[in-house]
């Protein structure tokens, strides 16, 4: 997905979870994202609501952990409803 796509969709919640990139790497790699011209824009941003996945565990690749992943996506999109014990471990909330 290119950042123009993004930032056009306006999402409400971004869950970035690269490819083979645990928390810590993704980490690292926000501020390019951050750096985008309109980032601080997109409505997810303005609202706190970006939240950063452990991908390489789960989800990008198939396996036994899909629960785990629908529970993470329940945790972050529907706060007040879900809390599964994801957060630190499975996912964490951009500051």
Do not use: Y
């Amino acid at each position: 997905m290119q950042f123009e796509e993004l930032a056009a969709a306006d999402p409400e919640v971004i869950l970035i979870a690269p490819c083979g990139f645990g928390i810590p790497r993704a980490s690292e790699e926000l501020h390019l994202l951050q750096k985008q011209s309109g980032w601080k824009s997109i409505r997810a941003v303005r609202e706190a609501r970006v939240f950063i996945a452990d991908g390489n565990q789960f989800f990008n690749r198939p396996g036994p952990r899909i629960v785990e992943s629908l529970e993470i996506l329940a945790e972050v999109m529907h706060p007040s409803t879900f809390r599964f014990g994801h957060e630190g471990g499975g996912w964490r909330a951009v500051t």
